[in-house]
Structures are given as C-alpha cells and as structure tokens.
C-alpha cells in the first residue's frame, strides 16, 4: 500500500498551510504516524510524529509551528504548519506503522512526497 499525501505547494514566508496524508486499502491498524521532509541537498529528516492514541512529537526547528493530528477514523494524517520559513521548502513524505488486514504482523509505509515551497 502507498500512502496518498496532499496539500503542497507554494506559500508565501510567515504564511500557512496544510497537509494531510490518506492510507488507503484494508488497514486493519496504524500505530504511530510520521512526517519526514527532505530539503534539496539535505538528507530526509523527521519532522513531527503522533502516536495512535494522539501523543505528538516535534522536531525542534517546527515546535510552535507546526501542529501534526490524525483521523483514525478515516485512517487519516495531518500536518498544518504557520508561520512558515523559506528554510521550511522541501517535500514533504508521509510514513506510517501500519498492519494490512491480510498481513500477520506490523510493515513500515511511506507515501509520495509533496512538495512545500515558502518564497515570495
């Protein structure tokens, strides 16, 4: 399964903007979620995460900025991030700890990228 991330694109510095991420197909549980980004040049690092009972975590340089949320019902991820930074462009991934119905144990998913772009 390949999860579907969306809401990327240009943005103003100081503006905001939101993104969500959808795990489509017969999910029989997620457990914790994850946005990664990868700024050009730079390795992907992790960005904020949940856990499935909606405990978030942060990287330091967004705490404050960015809120991450999810949707279990609807199997859904959420980043919204304000007061955004020229440094804050990359593309932005989606991952999940996830179990399909037909699987006995627990996989790793990621989703396309989505690219942000903060610039005037």
């Known amino acids: 399964v390949q999860l579907q991330a969306s809401g990327g694109g240009l943005v103003q510095p100081g503006g905001s903007l939101g993104l969500s991420c959808a795990a489509p197909g017969s999910i029989f549980r997620i457990n914790t979620m994850y946005w990664y980004r990868q700024a050009p040049g730079k390795e992907r690092e992790l960005v904020a995460h949940?856990?499935?009972?909606?405990?978030?975590n942060y990287e330091d340089s967004v705490k404050g900025r960015f809120t991450v949320s999810r949707d279990n019902a609807k199997n859904t991820l959420y980043l919204q991030m304000s007061r955004l930074k020229p440094e804050d462009t990359a593309v932005y991934y989606c991952?999940?700890?996830?179990?399909?119905?037909?699987?006995?144990?627990?996989?790793?998913?990621w989703g396309k990228g989505t690219l942000v772009t903060v610039s005037s």
């Open positions: 991952n999940a700890d996830l179990q399909l119905l037909h699987d006995a144990s627990m996989g790793n998913y």
């Open positions: 949940i856990t499935r009972l909606g405990s978030p």
